[in-house]
């Protein structure tokens, strides 16, 4: 899945080894200049993002509905909603997978927490374990679901994007003999977003000292679209090509050492799929795609 700044692709290796190619023009509302503005946009290109990975994974798994079993879940869906059982299903996804995110990387480092109160009363030092212990969570989660062999193939997919963007970025032709040198690591990548996320509640949640668990809970729940926005800045800072400078390096570095678990070296038939993702979406106007 290639996003460009009119349009959003997703390229399919077909079961017969035909590359099925969808494009779609992104929609308006989020073209609006209240959607532009720093902060904010980062809150909702974060809702964008996660809506329409969900939905491009569904339109990739429809070319394999054979080898795939519907859940209970699914098949109840498709019986209530019928002909809009996709987008229920998107939109139930999307709950269920806020609220398992919640839960494992909000609250349940908040509460094992806790327990170092009858060690200090320092705030500060409180906030710095919770959010070490959150970081800790997502690590083991990532590096976990990486041994799945379906998460290792989409790994490689992912390494696959990342090659093709820079090869495009280097202004070179978008080739898998061009393609292969490149790094699987980018620094304006949705793993980096996330590892800045991780990093930046440590600060702000820092600024609410350590009350009763609801207000902690109440509090890191409704800063969250904040400590979005500012990480979806940084990733625009550090993303950047005419920008790479040592405190870019510094900042990126984190989020690097993660995509090292979230993408790996693809072959050349996931090379061939990027490209022809990442063709559908270049802009007429080279400018239109500079960050």
Known sequence: MMKGPHKLATAVRK????????????????????????????????????????????????FFEDSIEEDAVDKFLK?????????AIIY??????????IGVFIIAPSL?????????????????VEG??????????????????DIKRVFRYHGAEHKTIYCYENGEELIVENVRKYS???????????????????????FFGWPNPFMRVITRILM????????????RYIGGKDKQNVLTKILAYPGLMIQKITTSEPD???????IVAMEAVIPENGADDLW
Do not use: Q, W
């Open 184 to 206: 699987t690591l980018h620094p304006r990548c949705g793993t980096s977003f996330i590892v800045n996320v991780l990093i930046i509640s440590i600060i702000v949640f820092s």
């Open 112 to 128: 094992l927490t806790n327990v170092l109160k009858h060690v200090t009363d320092s705030s500060l030092i409180l906030n710095l």
């Open 132 to 149: 070490i212990i959150r970081v800790a969570l997502f690590v083991i989660y990532i590096f976990l679901i990486s041994k799945l062999d």
């Open 92 to 101: 139930v996804s999307l709950i269920l997978a806020l609220i398992f995110s």
């Open 79 to 87: 019986k209530v909603f019928k002909d809009k059982a996709e987008n």
């Open 224 to 235: 969250l679209p904040v400590i979005a926005g500012l990480s979806y800045e940084i990733n």
């Open 15 to 62: 079961p017969d080894g035909e590359i099925e190619l969808k494009t779609s023009e992104l929609s308006s509302v989020f073209k609006k200049k209240f959607f532009k503005l720093p902060i904010i946009r980062g809150t909702f290109a974060l809702i964008e993002a996660m809506i329409s990975g969900v939905r491009e994974l569904m339109y990739s798994a429809s």
């Open 268 to 274: 050349d038939s996931m090379m061939e799929v990027a």
